[in-house]
């Protein structure tokens, strides 16, 4: 599609991939919305790269309609691209994991970008059009050391894509999930600060980099399934 004029919604563009994701789709001339729970740094963030701030905690659950019905409103009523950004992680060992680290990652992880999608998907229907592109991992697709519940968080991102690609294609809407490796973000830092970027490894930009060419890709195609590895990070 084009993104040129095409109006997006992107959760969790404050920091990292999403805030490159953001300036790269601003920069191609799209209207983009960017959600974040803290509102200095998500309007800072609007500000930087041209975007709409819009205040809103996707791990809320209860607040979803109401966060997306402001978000769609933000667009004029209409929506062409939905990205699921937004994620969080906790890594206990097995022995360590308790109840609330599963409620908190999965509330956004897994509650919140299904709940939002599904109040996303009614405008697509509607006009049978539109691209949502959930934010995997490579932990979507193998389990690691300390990764019981951000792991499993990720491996059901994988299944929901899979089972939306099932549902949504009769109703022109494509489904895909990016799956990047180790990024340099901010990720699982709680001062919230961004690592510098390095040579050999992946940096936001190279995953915007990947969301764009997924919804660049000619309306009568879609990219199911990406993953992006660096070539040598170590």
Known sequence: MEIKGAKILLSGGSLG???????????????????GRNKERIEKAAAEVGAIPCVFDISKLEEIPAGAAACLELLGGEIDVLINNAGIGEFPLLEEVEQAHFE?????????????TQEII????????????????????????????????????????????????KENIR?????????????????REEKATVDNKLDPNDIAHTMIAVIEMKNKGFIPEVTVWATNPF
């Open 17 to 35: 991939i999403g805030k490159a994701t953001a300036k790269a789709l601003v920069d191609k001339g799209a209207t983009v919305v960017i959600t």
């Open 175 to 191: 489904v895909c999930l990016v799956n990047p490796s180790e990024v340099t973000t901010a990720f699982n830092n709680k001062a």
């Open 122 to 169: 009614r405008p697509m229907k509607a006009k049978k059009a539109g691209t949502i592109i959930n934010l995997g991992s490579t932990a979507s697709l193998k389990g690691f050391a300390r990764g019981t519940v951000y792991a499993a968080s990720k491996f059901a991102v994988r299944a929901m894509t899979q089972t939306w690609q099932a549902e949504l294609r």
């Open 104 to 116: 908190k990652v999965f509330n956004t992880n897994v509650f919140g970008l299904a709940l939002l």
